[in-house]
T-cell receptor, first 114, second 114 residues
C-alpha cells in the first residue's frame, strides 16, 4: 500500500511531441505528489508538485494531471525538447507534517530525439 | 546560496574498508535522508532523520550507519558489512513544518569498490 507504481520504464519521443509518464498509488492518505527530474550524474531536482484538492497544475511546458478517484497522476511534457532528456521520478508523501517521507516511483528514462 | 553539499563526488573503497560520505545543508531543514541509486533503478531509502540525535532505518539500512549530531550534517558510513556498496548515493533534506514537503537533493557521491 506504500508503493508508487510508475510507467513506462523508458520513453522515446520526437522533438516537439508530448511526453506522458504515469503513476498510480494505493494509499489514500498520500497528500502531496511531486515530480523530480534527474540528469546523469546529478541529484534529482523538484520539477512540479500537486496536492489532491486540484485536478491539474501547469508550469510552463510541464503539467500534472491528478485523478483522485482512480488514484493516478501523470506528468505531461508539451513540445518536448532534447534538453528534457532525463530520468523522471514521481513520488508521494507518506506522512506529512512531522513525518515527511516521500515514496518514489522507479523512474522513467526519457529520450527526446532531435 | 542555500543548498546541500555532498562530498566527495567520487569515492573508491577497498574490500573490507569502512568509508564515510559527507552531507551538509544550509537550508535550515529539520529532516535529512540518504538514498541509494543503482543503474536503472529507483531511489531506495537507507536512513532518515527528522531531528538532531535521532534517526530511523529505511528500507535497506543493513551495512550502513549514520549520525546526526548537528542539524546541518548527516554523514553516512558504508561499513564492510555492506556486501555490494557500489552505487550512487544521494543525500536530501526537507522541512517538516508547514505545507512544503519537497526534498532538496545534493549532487551525489559515486562509490566504487576496487
Amino acid at each position: 500500500q506504500q508503493q508508487v507504481k510508475q510507467s513506462p520504464q523508458s520513453l522515446i519521443v520526437q522533438k516537439g511531441g508530448i511526453s506522458i509518464i504515469n503513476c498510480a498509488y494505493e494509499n489514500t492518505a498520500f497528500d502531496y505528489f511531486p515530480w523530480y527530474q534527474q540528469f546523469p550524474g546529478k541529484g534529482p531536482a523538484l520539477l512540479i508538485a500537486i496536492r489532491p484538492d486540484v485536478s491539474e497544475k501547469k508550469e510552463g511546458r510541464f503539467t500534472i494531471s491528478f485523478n483522485k478517484s482512480a488514484k493516478q497522476f501523470s506528468l505531461h511534457i508539451m513540445d518536448s525538447q532534447p534538453g528534457d532528456s532525463a530520468t523522471y521520478f514521481c513520488a508521494a508523501n507518506a506522512g506529512g507534517g512531522a513525518t515527511n517521507k516521500l515514496i518514489f516511483g522507479t523512474g522513467t528514462l526519457l529520450a527526446v530525439q532531435p | 546560496d542555500g543548498g546541500i553539499t555532498q562530498s566527495p563526488k567520487y569515492l573508491f573503497r577497498k574490500e573490507g574498508q569502512n568509508v564515510t560520505l559527507s552531507c551538509e545543508q544550509n537550508l535550515n531543514h529539520d529532516a535529512m535522508y540518504w538514498y541509494r541509486q543503482d543503474p536503472g533503478q529507483g531511489l531506495r531509502l537507507i536512513y532518515y532523520s527528522q531531528i538532531v540525535n535521532d534517526f530511523q532505518k529505511g528500507d535497506i539500512a543493513e551495512g550502513y550507519s549514520v549520525s546526526r549530531e548537528k542539524k546541518e550534517s548527516f554523514p553516512l558510513t558504508v561499513t564492510s558489512a555492506q556486501k555490494n556498496p557500489t552505487a550512487f548515493y544521494l543525500c536530501a533534506s526537507s522541512s517538516i513544518a508547514g505545507s512544503n514537503y519537497g526534498y532538496t537533493f545534493g549532487s551525489g557521491t559515486r562509490l566504487t569498490v576496487v
